[in-house]
């Protein structure tokens, strides 16, 4: 049975997407750390574990989702982007990439924002018309 994330790449689950290419699909986490906060995926790979993918795979997830993360940092302001693999709570590799303004953003135990459903869709079409710029 295809992973949540599969079935959000395929386009069966709604998502906010910010970018996407033949191989990986990246999107807002809907539960953010912060606004921006993005979930970059392989499509083709429900591996659960970033190191067990083959080379190929691993390195192009890398590249697209630093092009992501330029988009990123282009359309929400921070003064980085952060980047953590957990892998722990969906069986299926992606990489977190959230808005800093400190290192302290980064606690995934903190209280979650809450963010409405137009702001949400707003920040996801910023960050999709800079991922088009690139």
């Given amino acids: 049975m295809a992973t949540i994330f599969t079935r959000i790449a395929n386009g069966e689950i709604p998502s906010y997407k910010v970018a996407e290419s033949e191989d990986f699909y990246a999107f807002l986490d809907i539960s953010p750390l912060a606004e921006g906060h993005t979930l970059v995926i392989p499509k083709k790979v429900e591996d659960d574990y970033i190191f067990h993918l083959d080379a190929d795979v691993y390195e192009g997830l890398w590249a697209f989702a630093r092009n992501v993360a330029r988009a990123l940092k282009a359309a929400v302001p921070c003064k980085r982007v952060g ?52």
Avoid at 103 to 108: I, K, N, P, S, Y
Avoid at 117 to 131: D, F, G, T, V
């Fill in 83 to 134: 980047v953590a693999v957990l892998g722990m709570e969906v069986p299926h590799t992606h990489i977190h990439l959230v808005p800093l303004q400190t290192e302290g953003d980064l606690d995934f135990r903190k209280k979650r924002p809450e963010i409405s459903k137009e702001r949400m869709a707003e920040i996801a079409e910023s960050i999709l018309a800079e991922y088009e710029k690139l």
